[in-house]
């Protein structure tokens, strides 16, 4: 079964902390996977994409690994701001006879604190 | 920047009553998406289309579920008679080609 897990399911850090978020996937066959920031009632914001071939991919303070051995990923946080604070979401798109499907991960609710 | 626009950003509507939520997804998009978050919840796949029909769509998305690009600009989905668990955000979403992007989500109160 496609599935998509996160941890932790939540995350209290000071601001001016590093964090990182985890996402371990069984989705197959594998297209791409992707971070989003979802604010509390707005539409997920997307961070990074991150295709089979990509180990690694930044965004500003965000980076993101992929390993597709394992099929895990991680979303790092450098400096945390308290705008930061929000719900990361992990999403694994798969293909199959050219319709895509997106597998959405529970999130990991980051608070940062002053 | 181009984005996505929902409408209304929340609908209130009694049980069993027929509710239309609007997206003008970005203008040269060719892929339009719709999903759901139930409060507290994950967000949830519902249905996906391209060139003019439904190409996947999902458990949740039954008969009493419909989908209509009326006019080449907005995107609607269609509720026929609303239960109590079909209140949710409802995020419409588009692509060019790889990189989605969501709209702000109409809030959808069913009482």
């Known amino acids: 079964k496609n599935q998509v897990e996160q941890s932790p399911q939540s995350l209290i850090i000071l601001e001016g902390k590093n964090c990182t978020l985890q996402?371990?996937?069984?989705?197959?066959?594998?297209?791409?996977l992707r971070w989003y920031k979802q604010d509390t009632g707005r539409g997920p914001v997307s961070l990074t994409i991150?295709?089979?071939?990509?180990n690694t991919k930044s965004n500003g303070r965000y980076t993101a690994t992929l390993d597709a051995d394992t099929k895990q990923s991680s979303l790092h946080i450098t400096a945390s701001q308290l705008s930061d604070s929000a719900s990361y979401i992990c999403?694994?798109?798969?293909?199959?006879?050219?319709?895509?499907?997106?597998?959405f991960g529970t999130g990991t609710r980051l608070k940062v604190l002053a | 920047e181009p984005e996505v626009t929902q409408t209304p950003s929340h609908q209130v509507t009694q049980m069993g009553q027929e509710v239309i939520l609007r997206c003008v997804p970005i203008?040269?998009?060719?892929?339009f998406y719709w999903y759901r978050q139930i409060l507290g919840q994950k967000v949830e796949f519902l249905v996906s289309?391209?060139?003019?029909?439904?190409?996947?769509k999902s458990e949740i998305f039954d008969d009493q579920f419909s989908v209509e690009r009326p006019d080449g600009s907005n995107f609607t989905l269609k509720i026929r008679s609303t239960k109590l668990e079909d209140s949710a955000m409802y995020f419409c979403?588009?692509?060019?080609?790889?990189?989605?992007?969501f709209g702000p989500g109409t809030r959808l109160t069913v009482l």
């Open positions: 979403a588009s692509r060019p080609g790889g990189l989605q992007f």
């Open positions: 996402c371990n996937y069984t989705v197959s066959p594998f297209s791409n």
């Open positions: 991150m295709t089979f071939s990509e």
């Open positions: 999403v694994v798109s798969t293909s199959t006879s050219g319709t895509y499907k997106y597998i």
């Open positions: 203008s040269n998009h060719l892929y």
């Open positions: 289309f391209y060139n003019n029909e439904i190409s996947e």
